[in-house]
């Protein structure tokens, strides 16, 4: 059964910096499943971050987090990382991990198999 694992979340004051960490388990070839960070603040719908696409080679950033948050993979680890760095309280919010096989990394709908997530709280 595919499994994902977030880690890394929790509380940091604005302009601060946070790694989350999303573990792969399952998955008979993880190199061949394009990933995601989604995030949920509270009322808000779900929303796509940051994609990245099976090799590595391509990703896609939402407008507001470009030039603040990087998204990696490490196809042998089978883990995918978001470094997020000068944080915003707008940050604040449930982050997911996602992944699907189907193709277009950077469409939100193509996302079928989540994480539990991971809180991430900014403050001012």
């Known amino acids: 059964q595919e499994q994902l694992e977030e880690s890394g979340g929790g509380l940091v004051q604005a302009g601060g910096s946070l790694r989350l960490s999303c573990s792969a388990s399952?998955?008979?070839?993880?190199?061949?499943?394009?990933m995601a960070w989604f995030r949920q603040a509270q009322g808000n719908e779900r929303e796509l971050v940051a994609a990245i696409s099976w090799s590595g080679e391509n990703t896609f950033y939402q407008e507001s987090v470009k030039g603040r948050f990087t998204i990696s993979r490490d196809n042998r680890q089978g883990t995918v990382l978001l470094q997020m760095s000068g944080l915003k309280p707008e940050d604040t919010a449930k982050y997911y991990c996602a992944a699907t096989s189907s193709i277009g990394y950077e469409r939100a709908r193509s996302y079928d198999t989540w994480g539990q997530g991971t809180q991430v709280t900014v403050s001012s």
């Open positions: 399952g998955f008979d070839y993880f190199s061949m499943y394009s």
